[in-house]
């Protein structure tokens, strides 16, 4: 079976909806980012990392795009045009919403309060807020790539909820409300309702 390795109140939360989805049954090993259990892991001590046997495969975007490959689900398949349109969206993703997020974060309590230059939120709220609107612009169906789930519309919704919980203006009604719309299927709340420790 699959270990997680993190809690759900971080980016493994995107791997555990992922498994969710996919149908694939999991354990959760509960350890704190940097934590001795996360290090007896991933030495970096980074969150999430993912078990599979005896691979130990880390990031939580590349471990959801290689479940969806291995078990054929919530991903167009590799080579095709949809794919590299998918692919693109991820890594827009990550470079407009993920790591805007995670800069606010660093400078609000990861790093050590002498490397912390709070002066920067500002300009961060504005940068999501930017993104948020080009993402809302573009959405055009149930899902950001069309019809069909994909890993990109787990990895948005998760940065939305991750915008909320950090205090960001919130997205427009449009984006917001399909947002929600994604936190009503089944896998989300089976992972909202694990043991957030
Ligand atoms: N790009 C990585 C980022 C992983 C990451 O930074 N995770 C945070 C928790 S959500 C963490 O472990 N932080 C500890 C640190 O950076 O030292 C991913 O998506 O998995």
Sequence with gaps: MYKVIGGVKTRAFRVMWMLQELGQPFEVVHAAPRSDEAKAFNPTGKVPALLDGDALLTDSVAIM??????????????????????????????????????????????????MRVPEIKPSLKAEFARAAKVLSDKLDGPFLM??????????????????????????????????????KREAFKAVRALDPV
């Design 146 to 183: 069309g019809d069909e789930i994909t890993v990109p519309d787990l990895l948005a919704v998760h940065c939305i909820n991750w915008s909320i919980g950090a205090g960001f203006d919130p997205v427009d009604d449009k984006l917001g409300a399909w947002a929600a719309g994604l936190r």
């Design 65 to 114: 795009q290689y479940l969806g490959d291995k078990h054929g689900g919530l991903t167009a398949p590799a080579g095709t045009i949809a794919r590299a349109r998918q692919d693109a969206m991820l890594f827009w993703l990550i470079d407009e919403f993920d790591a805007i997020l995670w800069a606010a974060a660093k400078h609000s309590f990861v790093w050590p309060e002498d």
